[in-house]
């Protein structure tokens, strides 16, 4: 036994290279090498368990099942024992004990069967590119580097490794190897995380050998203690497949974000995401890379936070704004900016329109009062539709500057989330900002967390209450009330508005339900009906005393309960796609004003707006009687009669007039409103009913008889009756109608009683002053007409003129108006032309003299913004994102007009000029 085990010793140090620990477990400190406590110590790393390595028991039996149970507490002998007595390799070995553990087989086989099933497996491989990963890819290339030499003299390929490359690389260098997860077979991978891996510039140059024979889409090189030197080793390698790069937290400096700018500039460059975040830029670093990116039209995220970056690199900045059609995130967040410098930043952003993320939080953009920086940001909220998420805290913004931007941001309903902590502001529950003295608050700045794009941002404690929709994972709730609907009011009474009341929507079918945007967690509610509190059925109770005084319009009411509804709302971190699309169907931030006291029901116009027609007067009316009294033939009668019969048609001439508008638009001859035969036969015939449909002649005859009279110029048509001709049409009729019970002499008699049983019934359905009084002074119309002003006076400069004369005042024709609806594709089976001639002829303001003037054929910007409006109200379109099939024609119809108008602007933006089309920000509209 002796010589055996002295025989043993002799083969083991001349003819095998074994680790110290191969020899005898217990060997630690200075009697292990330096390769082998550094092998040992991420073997250790991956669970591997050292004692398996000598796994043969001494009083083990060739040939026989090995009993894998009882490992632990077996006597082993060393491996090399095994591979003598087994004729087993190391390698096979190896190989041997790491498939077992894979499968946890607690019984194996002999290791020469396994010889045996191994030979088959490599017989039966297929592909030469499989790709190892996670611990295993750690193990090949330990192997690997054990018998680098070996292998590269034995295999070819090997030499054209990533793992080889690295590893001669190390030699070159005399360095002990760490493993960096590129020891795998040749192939390709789609990502490589090397995050925290402390390589530093002496294995930088190394893995940058074995990054030449890597395609990776993603590579994540961040916090790795590099300086400019490992940067620039890594930056030549880098293929041109990349697509997301990350070097942040590490030290790249100018030198190397020009190399980088040389690298990202060439045209076959795919890279889409670009993370230098913590990398000391600094302006010079910076304007370099801007400057080369600029000629880079995939970029799409630019991480260049907390860098030192000045104003001086603004420029820059705006330039590669300008330049890059696909940029939709860009963080510049903790730098050195000021106002004067990121005033050039978001005109870039304003004139391009594409941006979907801005992180300007933790810069110096509020020194000024009333700066120019608080002028261009509060315009850009107001028109820019493209931007979802903002951050703009801890900027020390007066209460001044925010309320310019307050102002602007009321009209946006597109930014889902905006940060504003640690400025003079603070956003409410429906995303209206609050100016006021909140910089100093030190609750404000208790826990901030920085967006992350358009995800949701997990916080490990209670949150500040920022609102930010995207950030906390606000999600939409429904809350409704089984309530009858009644003159008084329902209001909503939410805990994430303090209980302040808001008026709830009553829909036709009677329902009253309400959708908000709510925190994640439990929402604790209550709803009041006029001065009752009450609570819903439909949701369940929680006890919660509630004391306290409301004000709602001018009603005052106090609140005493001892429970209120409550409802568990899940978070949604998918508010934004990584698409940038919103997944929000039913709710928009800032949804027509804000909580319900800061806002009253009605407000009084002092002076009537360009958009808002004048009422027409009594007086008004009365001069156009007498204008056209003076071209009536009258019929023969007495002359008391006629006196009489013209004070019963001054009466109701304001009402025959309104039909006259609504039936000559419809029956237009000869480009001059009037009323065709045919219209005039409809009306009489089976609407007013003077006549029998059946005996038309005594008609024919009449308008034949009216029409025989010299014509009076260019607005009096041949084949159809105009104003004063539709009056006197209209006298005649009356006085052929037979009347029971009554004297056939007396014509004023007649005439009155026609006109109230037949005539004036019809014509008082087609009264466009009705529209008028119910619009008016509707702040909600006022509001869209108001926000979208730029977008009507831009459609009435297009459209009018095509039939102005030189010196003429620009007006916009039937025709133009016509043409334009039909060019937005509204002109359908749900709107005829007849439908967008009775808007225009409707809206034109009463002209006393119709004969000798055709401005009643002229539309006055004031009269576009109404006649608009009408269409609106006519067609009823469903919501743009909606689908039509789900809004049948009664739903439509209750919608209110300032959503009907918001409904219709997509299709007007699309007949605008395409610079108009491009700069135009769409406002959405949803009523309280």
Known sequence: RCCRQRELFYRFFFFKQKTAYEILSGLVGSEMCIRDRYMGYHIQEMSINLTRINVIPRNHKANTPLPFGNLKQA????????????????????????????????SADSPQEYIKEEKTEEDNSISPQKRISGPGSISIFFKKYKNINKCQSQFHSCSK?????????????????????IAKWKGSSDELNLHGRKIGDTFAQALGEGLKHMSHEVVQLS??????????????????????????????GGTAAAILGNFVKNSAIVLQQLNLENTRLGDTGATELCTQLTNHKNIQELNLARNNISNLSCKSIALLVLNTENLSSLNLHWNSLKGEGAVLILDAINKTGHLKVLDLGWNNLGSNIKSEFAQKMGKIVKTLKSLLHVDLSNNRICAEDCAIIAEGLEYNHTIWGIHMIGNDAIVDSKGFLISGKFADDPSQNHMTKRINGGQ???????????????????????????????????????????????QMNCFCDGSYFQWRMCPPGRCHFFFSVGDNSQLSEKFKNSPRKINMKFQAENNNFTVNLSQVNVVEVNSNPYIISDSYDVTIENCIPRPGGKIYK???????????????????????????????????????????QLEKSKNILKKNYRHMKEAYKYFAAIGITENTFSINKLTLTNLFAHKIKLINPENLEELNLLFMKIKSRPNLGKNHPKTGLIRFEFIEMIWRLSLMKQMPNKNNNNEAEILEEVLKKYVIPVCEQYNSEDFREKHRYDQKTWNILKSHSNLFEHL?????????????????????????????GLVNNNLAERDVNASYAQSMATQVDEINNRRHMKMQYTEFCEAVARVADTISLPPPSQEAEEWPIERRECQSLPEKMENIIPALINITRKSFRENYSCLLYTSD
Request: negative net charge.
């Open 75 to 106: 006597n082993f002998i060393p491996p090399l024992y095994a591979s003598t007595k087994f004729k087993l390799n190391s390698k096979q070995y190896d190989d041997w004990f790491s498939r077992l553990e894979s499968k946890n087989i607690e």
């Open 161 to 181: 490794s990533a793992a080889c490359d690295y590893l001669r690389a190390i030699e070159k260098q005399n360095q002990t190897p760490i493993p960096l997860g």
């Open 223 to 252: 916090d790795n203690r590099l300086t400019q030197t490992g940067s620039i080793d890594l930056i030549k390698q880098l293929k041109p497949s990349i697509k997301k790069l990350d070097f942040s937290e590490n030290i790249i």
């Open 456 to 502: 949701m941002v997990e916080f490990d404690e209670q949150k500040a209450g920022g609102n930010c929709w995207i950030c906390e994972g606000w999600n939409e709730v429904k809350f409704e009330i089984d309530q009858q609907q009644t003159e008084e009011k329902v209001f909503l009474h939410l805990e994430t508005d303090n209980y302040e009341p808001e």
């Open 598 to 640: 800061e806002t009253p029901a009605k407000v009084v116009i002092s002076a009537p707006e360009p958009w808002i027609p004048k009422k027409e007067s009594q007086e008004l009316y009365d001069k156009c009687f007498e204008e056209d009294w003076n071209y009536i033939f009258k019929p023969k009668m007495s002359d008391e």
């Open 796 to 824: 009435f400069q297009t459209w009018c003129g095509s039939h102005r004369n030189k010196g003429d005042r620009n007006y916009l024709s039937h025709d133009d108006f016509l043409s334009a609806f039909t060019q937005a």
